[in-house]
């Protein structure tokens, strides 16, 4: 019995989980597996019920649980709280630390007859198979954050980045394990020509590089990384990076998958693992069944490979999307001529359908 902590949140968040959930639900019937679903309230939905947007509530069923499904938290109907209760502070952040997820896996990969939807052309894409390891606990996100007023009436507003050889090495030896099981290829990103805090990333890689003499070792400025991403992206397997260049790296990186809604997530590192689209809560198509539900759906596969090594379950879910997606089934935002458009839920049955029947 696989116990779950599933965490709807915001906008379509409230929409995608539960066809991640009927994913789930027909491996496990396929396959012989039980689990548990606890649900609890996370985000502005938490803020407007309770008060604070990560209710302690939520985060004991979350460490009472093997694993932790979230759809997506924030909106603009919380943008003006104070800090500390706005849905990303509040609680997805606090939820990172307090569950050790140092770890943060964003796999691109490229679905069949997605070629034409991506904004970048067929042969730059073709091909393209890598994973961002992002540092997730760390850097500029968790640093000391602070505010003074300056003599000439302004204000003065300082975010400190740092990073320690610990946290450094822990990531790093975490991708260096990935890149050994792919094509042992690992590129590490960093602004070493600038920071003092890459400069130390990078002294770390180049001396645990030794002790992985079976991957390749490179590194890569960041602004460069976001220029090769769209020039050559087949160049990269696997990127390690800090907190912040990995934000931003895996929203540009999802556009070689022709999606955003297609990106799924894995945070991993501590006793209980969290999955969740790359995505936001999309408050402009929320309540309208627009939404891709199909990253959520990837990152419940994330969730057998990573948190239960179901490995074959997990390719079970990949292959029905796969399926999905070359039978022609669209959701809007990767409509196009010549394919059938259907919403969240029809979305959701069709993988559903297509994991009983494969
Ligand atoms: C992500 C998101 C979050 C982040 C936001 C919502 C705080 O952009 O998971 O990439 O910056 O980590
Ligand atoms: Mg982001």
């Not at 610990?166 to 099981?181: D, S, T």
């Not at 792919?182 to 030794?210: G, H, P």
Request: with cysteine.
């Amino acid at each position: 019995m696989y116990r779950i902590a599933v965490l709807p949140g915001d906008g379509i968040g409230v929409e995608i989980v539960p066809e991640a959930i009927k994913a789930l639900q027909a491996v496990g019937k396929k396959c012989g597996h039980q689990y548990q679903f606890t649900e609890a309230l996370i985000g502005g939905a938490a803020y407007d019920a309770v008060g604070h947007p990560l209710p302690a509530a939520t985060l004991e069923i979350c460490r009472q649980s093997d694993a932790v499904l979230l759809g997506a938290i924030g909106g603009p109907q919380w943008d003006d709280l104070p800090v500390h209760l706005r849905p990303e502070v509040g609680a997805l952040l606090p939820l990172r630390k307090e569950l050790g997820l140092y770890a943060n896996l964003r796999p691109c990969l490229l679905f069949p007859g997605l070629l034409q939807a991506s904004t970048l052309k067929e042969e730059i894409i073709t091909g393209v198979d890598l994973i961002v390891i992002r540092e997730l606990t760390g850097g500029l996100y968790f640093g000391a954050k602070s505010r003074e007023k300056t003599l000439d009436g302004g204000e003065k507003a300082t975010d400190i980045l740092s990073y320690s050889t610990y946290e450094i090495e822990r990531i790093v030896r975490f991708a260096y394990k990935v890149a050994r099981q792919r094509r042992r290829q690992l590129c590490s990103v960093d602004k070493a020509n600038v920071l003092e805090s890459s400069r130390l990333w990078r002294e770390t890689v180049t001396r645990l590089a030794s002790e992985y003499p079976e991957v390749e070792t490179t590194h890569m400025y960041v602004d460069n990384c976001s220029m090769q991403l769209i020039r050559y992206p087949r160049q990269f397997d696997v990127i390690v990076t800090e907190n912040m260049f990995g934000d931003i790296l895996t929203d540009e990186a999802s556009m070689l998958t022709g999606s955003i809604g297609m990106l799924p997530s894995a945070s991993i590192g501590g006793q209980v693992g969290l999955y969740e689209p790359s995505h936001g809560s999309a408050p402009d198509i929320a309540g309208q069944k627009k939404a891709n539900p199909l990253a959520t759906i990837l990152s419940a596969a994330m969730m057998l490979r990573y948190s239960f090594e179901l490995e074959s379950e997990a390719c079970l879910i990949e292959a029905a999307v796969r399926q999905v997606m070359a039978d022609g089934y669209r959701t809007p935002d990767l409509m196009e001529e010549g394919k059938t458009l259907v919403d969240t839920v029809q979305m959701g049955d069709l993988v559903q359908e297509m994991i009983m029947k494969n």
